[in-house]
Structure formats: structure tokens, C-alpha cells
């Protein structure tokens, strides 16, 4: 156990409660814990004061939940929770999405699926089995977490291939990343279809990560898919166009000229030559993402 000067120096050098905490289940207790610890009232070790006031802050943080957007309406999402509150037809849409793609998903592919959902009037409540954050709060995120996140998302998308469907609608505001199990979770499924079957809505708040082919063809594919996981990853590393050339340079050249160039195609096969290619730029590594 860190001792009070440690504990100082640990909150005020942090980015996020995630540093503070080691199990954020226990929040409550820990911030009580090291509130006891290093208050001014008790505690006169230099820096008390602003540790204090940082880690209050990230209680209140934790208690209220942070919030964004996404297709449907406001998203307030919590360590293991998060609810959406907006337009009541496309959250019906999406849970019924959802508990379809329960019923036909074996175990290897569940993990891509929020534990639960359940709606109540407008608001959608999503449980999630590990704590995760939104990939569109995860900005200027560096190379060795642009792999696994891309990685991921092919992955589930080759599963989708597989059982002829498509998401559809794969932005940054619709997955949740796993920081300690760099894994991936599809929170919404507002646009999924069955493949080459007419679309029925796209995002409009990322319309311009889809191929430009599909507002003239207007139908499910892989393309569509692939296009936009493109995007979103590009869009993570640091360029929100999601066009990547601001990130010229800046990343992996065989890593960035594989992102731009893969466009369409049997999303699995995408999938393998992806991973060929991460082995034989990046050694095998696990990654701590403090977010």
C-alpha cells in the first residue's frame, strides 16, 4: 500500500480515476480510503490540496457518469453501465438487433455483445460485463492500440460476414473499447441488415465514412462495413475526416498504406491479411490503455 506523499504524487500526475483505483468496483470505499489519507484538514504534505480536489472530481466524474451522442440521442455511459436517451423507434430497432445477434452468436463472438439491454420509455440501459469506454472520447491514440482496436472490429465483422450480415452503421460512438482485455463491445445496431438486402438508414452524424456507392446502390454489403471500420480507426489515430493523411508520417508505414488501401472483399480474408501484417511489423505485446 502506496503511503500518503506516494498516493499524492499518483493522483495529481494521473490522466484518469483508472490510475487511482484498482478495482473500480470498490470506488467508493478507495476514494474514502485515500480522501482519510491525504485531506488538508489531516494531512500537511505538499500537493494534499489539489490531489484532494482532483480526486473528488473524479468521484463526482464516476457518480454522474460522462456523456456524448451517437444515432439515437444522449449517451451516458459509467464504468460498467450506460444508458441512452433519444429517439424510441431506432432503440427498439436496436434492441431487437441486438437479442437476434444473441441468439445466433456462439460464445467466441459474444464478447463483442453488451451483456444486456433493456428499455424502459426512451431510455436504452446497456450492461456491460467489463468496464469500457467509448473509442470516440479515445483521441490521438498511438499505434500499438490502433492495432488491436482494428483487429478486433475486422474480427467481428468477419463473424457478421459469416451469418450474412452487416452493422452498417460502425462509428467511433458506436463501439466501447476494454482497456484490460483489449477487447471491443458494439453498444448499438441501429442499422444492421441482412446482407445485400436495401438499407433502411445509415449514420448520418458519419455519413461520410460510408462508400460513396452505397447512397446510389442503397443495399447491405462488406464493403460497407470495411469502409467504415477503416474510417473509424483512422479517425482514432488522431484524423477525424477519417481519410488518413494527416497521419502520414506520424504512423507505421505498411500499417497506414494496408488501412488506406483495404476497401472491399470477404471481410475474413481482409481480417487474415491484416493480421499477416501486423506480425510482421509488431512484436506480440500487450498494451496497457490507461483511459
Known sequence: MLDPKQQIELINN?????EIFSDISLWKTESKRLLVAIHPDRCSLPGATEASVKLINYMKEIESGITHLDDAGKVTYFPNYLTIEGDVELLKISLKNYEMLVKISNEAFRKYLPEKMELTGNVLKITLKDRAVPLVSCSDLPQEHLNWILSRMLEFCSWLDSVDYSHNGINPESIYVVPATHGVIFISFYHLNEMNKKISSVSGRFSSFYPEKT??????????????AKRTIIYSGGDKSGLGISLKGKLNFDWLNFVLRFSS???FDVYKEYR???DKNF???FYVLNI
Request: with cysteine; net charge positive; proline share 0%.
Open 283 to 285: 512484436e506480440k505485446k
Open 265 to 267: 472483399g470477404c471481410t
Open 276 to 278: 499477416k501484417m501486423i
Open 14 to 18: 494521473s490522466k484518469s480515476y483508472v
Open 215 to 228: 447512397f446510389r446502390e442503397k443495399t447491405s454489403n462488406t464493403s460497407i462495413d470495411i469502409e467504415c
